[in-house]
């Protein structure tokens, strides 16, 4: 799975090996960048640290970036992705953290087990953002995908598993 994990873009005129290299140099680098500013966005007082617009734009410039090199699919992608997403939901652009969230779970289908909490966890803020965002039908769809893994990771009985299925009902 790490040729997958780790796909380049198939162009025509494919990046040299050096290109490549540097191109993870980069990703490595942007993400402990953002790690450092949401780090201090904590525990620095708000006139010093980065804005949620900010650290949003980090993502997005880096997307751009290694996106002319990596597949959407690639894990420094995903992982910017993520991140990005994360910036939409505590700035409430709920379309915006809708967006990403589809760009990802596809990749984190095919790149975690089949039960993984991380995937369910995905399925899961979808779900919450479709039902956000007036659209029951995918919703129920992506929370209904969420309780099938939940409930072999978990178990059928678990508290968690009652609170979503309660939250379909209240729909």
């Not at 979808?126 to 007036?134: D, I, P």
């Not at 990771?153 to 609170?163: L, N, Q, R, T, V």
Request: proline share 4%; hydrophobic share 40%; charged share 25%.
């Amino acid at each position: 799975q790490d040729k997958e994990k780790l796909e380049i873009c198939k162009l025509n005129d494919p990046p040299s090996a050096e290109t490549v290299k540097d191109m993870i140099k980069y990703a490595r680098n942007v993400i402990e960048e953002f790690r450092r500013a949401k780090h201090y966005k904590y525990i620095l007082c708000l006139a010093l640290t980065p804005t949620g617009v900010e650290l949003l734009e980090i993502c997005e410039l880096s997307l751009d970036k290694m996106g002319a090199v990596f597949e959407d699919s690639n894990v420094y992608m995903l992982h910017m992705m993520y991140q990005a997403m994360g910036v939409c939901l505590y700035v409430q652009d709920w379309e915006g953290a809708l967006c990403y969230g589809q760009k990802i779970i596809r990749p984190y289908s095919k790149h975690y087990p089949s039960y993984s909490l991380n995937v369910a966890s995905m399925w899961l803020k979808l779900g919450r953002l479709y039902m956000a965002l007036k659209n029951r039908t995918a919703g129920v769809k992506a929370l209904k995908r969420a309780i099938a893994i939940m409930e072999v990771a978990h178990g059928k009985d678990h508290p968690y598993i009652s609170e979503i299925k309660k939250e379909l009902e209240d729909h």
